[in-house]
């Protein structure tokens, strides 16, 4: 038992991690160029023979007849001597869209291990503790608006207002709203609604009042863009953070894209340093 878990925690260790890209560089390159003795031989291994069938069949649903295989091994062996030729040509060099493809290539194998490594049930538990507010749900309510257009009242608003406010107040949440009010193009009951949802819709000012409001009881005028509102909440959720098990898997995909850009980083300064780098300015 004791070795397992010295195994698992070797596996977490950034040395070992190093040691695998550069294991998974050398590996790389030793494929790329398999078979190549040099510059005038070319060899089309069996390994890219298979490889180009297994291409074709994911492709075509098929194996490739023998004529079609034939066809496929002269086309690689036309790309090989057209690459060489520009190589030897120099044409790679000041291109680029080569040198971006050459450095996405290396980044590529550094993701790629990056994502063999798996959180454990506490690096996730602290993850999610650290980045709270990436995963806080935020506030939501539940509540219905009568509005007031103060062009219509004048005047008069703000005691015709406080009437019907004083009326609504006596019956609370039970009062039928449908007819009371002025016509407007958004709808008086709104569920579920966050703080962005409500500013979307009546601006920021009137959302951040209406969050503050109690829950039960007729509360206003409440201005917005549109004029005068009175308002009810029914039901209101404070922001709460998630149970890890309700969020794991984000949590995990935020945690290893973490660790690809620690694992980028700390690897890219391990190669920068081997370079004397001048800068004219």
């Given at each position: 038992m004791t070795i397992k878990l010295n195994f698992r925690t070797l596996l977490r260790e950034p040395l070992l991690h190093f040691l695998l890209i550069g294991a998974a560089l050398f590996l790389f390159y030793n494929l790329q160029n398999e078979g190549r003795i040099d510059n005038e031989r070319i060899v089309i291994s069996e390994a890219q023979i298979n490889h180009l069938v297994t291409l074709w069949k994911?492709?075509?649903?098929?194996?490739?007849?023998?004529?079609?295989?034939?066809?496929m091994i002269q086309q690689q062996v036309r790309e090989e001597v057209m690459v060489r030729e520009a190589l030897a040509m120099g044409l790679d060099k000041n291109d680029s869209i080569i040198r971006r493809r050459l450095a996405q290539k290396i980044e590529f194998i550094t993701s790629d291990l990056a994502t063999l490594a798996e959180p454990t049930e506490t690096k996730l538990a602290n993850y999610l503790e650290k980045h709270s507010d990436e995963f806080t749900l935020p506030a939501r309510i539940d509540f219905l608006q009568i509005y007031f257009n103060p062009e219509k009242h004048e005047a008069n608003i703000q005691e015709y207002i406080n009437n019907l406010l004083n009326e609504l107040s006596q019956v609370g949440e039970n009062s039928d709203i449908t007819k009371l009010g002025d016509p407007l193009?958004?709808?008086?009951?709104?569920?579920?609604?966050?703080?962005?949802?409500?500013?979307?819709?009546?601006?920021?000012?009137?959302?951040?009042?209406?969050?503050?409001?109690?829950v039960g009881s007729w509360q206003g005028p409440v201005q917005s863009g549109y004029g005068f509102h009175l308002i009810i909440l029914s039901n209101k959720t404070e922001n709460k953070l998630p149970e890890l098990e309700a969020v794991r898997e984000k949590v995990r995909l935020e945690w290893q894209a973490q660790q690809r850009q620690d694992m980028d980083k700390v690897f890219y300064e391990s190669l920068r340093q081997r370079y004397e780098i001048t800068i004219e300015r």
């Open positions: 994911k492709k075509r649903q098929r194996p490739p007849t023998q004529t079609e295989l034939e066809s193009m958004l709808e008086q009951q709104h569920e579920q609604v966050t703080e962005h949802d409500v500013t979307r819709l009546f601006g920021k000012e009137f959302a951040s009042k209406i969050f503050t409001l109690p």
